[in-house]
């Protein structure tokens, strides 16, 4: 009687409970790089042309160019906000792109630089790196050194 009662004890443990449908769409999910709680609720609006277009556009057009999670004024990631705060504490002017705001920009860029993170800093049309890139170069006096001809160049003529 014992044994009947464990045999039965143990199977229903055996039985397995069906895993719900949302659960394994968000294992499955390919956009690894966001919680779904910070995922867009809406689609996007598809890029306008080559994204690679669009990239070599704005760091040429700009000496300084954050591609960021948000804007300056509303980062939406501590990394894109520190390196948002190092730029402004070197008093230059720079241009951003919100890549939350346009998938293919965000793997575009991630692409363009083989740089897996957000964000990612251009002086000069060239790629500087990624928020512990910038940091480490403020910390050594690298960042200053590159930034000074740039802030001279955006300066007021007296």
């Known amino acids: 009687m014992l044994a009947r009662f464990a045999t039965s004890a143990l199977s229903?443990?055996?039985?397995?409970?069906p895993t719900p449908?949302?659960?394994?769409?968000?294992?499955?999910?390919?956009?690894?790089?966001?919680?779904?709680?910070?995922?867009?609720?809406?689609?996007a609006p598809p890029a306008n042309?080559?994204?690679?277009?669009?990239?070599?556009?704005?760091i040429a057009n700009d000496k300084v160019h954050v591609f960021m999670k948000g804007t300056p004024e509303?980062?939406?990631?501590?990394?894109?906000?520190?390196?948002?705060v190092v730029l402004q504490a070197y008093g230059v002017k720079f241009g951003a792109t919100n890549v939350l705001?346009?998938?293919a920009m965000r793997e575009g860029i991630k692409k363009f630089t083989s740089?897996?993170?957000i964000p990612q800093?251009?002086?000069?049309?060239?790629?500087?790196?990624?928020?512990?890139?910038?940091?480490?170069?403020?910390?050594?006096?690298?960042?200053?050194k590159?930034?000074?001809?740039?802030?001279?160049a955006q300066a007021p003529s007296k």
């Not at 394994?24 to 999910?29: F, T």
């Not at 042309?49 to 704005?58: A, C, M």
């Not at 590159?146 to 001279?152: D, F, I, K, T, W």
Request: charged share 20%; glycine share 8%.
């Open 12 to 17: 229903s443990v055996r039985r397995t409970v």
């Open 115 to 117: 740089w897996p993170t």
């Open 49 to 58: 042309g080559n994204v690679v277009e669009q990239i070599q556009h704005v």
């Open 101 to 103: 705001a346009d998938p």
């Open 74 to 84: 509303q980062p939406q990631c501590g990394f894109s906000r520190m390196a948002c």
């Open 146 to 152: 590159l930034l000074a001809p740039v802030r001279e």
């Open 121 to 144: 800093v251009f002086v000069n049309g060239e790629f500087v790196g990624g928020c512990d890139i910038l940091m480490g170069m403020h910390d050594s006096g690298e960042l200053e």
């Open 21 to 43: 449908i949302w659960q394994l769409q968000r294992y499955l999910s390919t956009d690894v790089d966001s919680h779904d709680d910070f995922k867009p609720k809406y689609a």
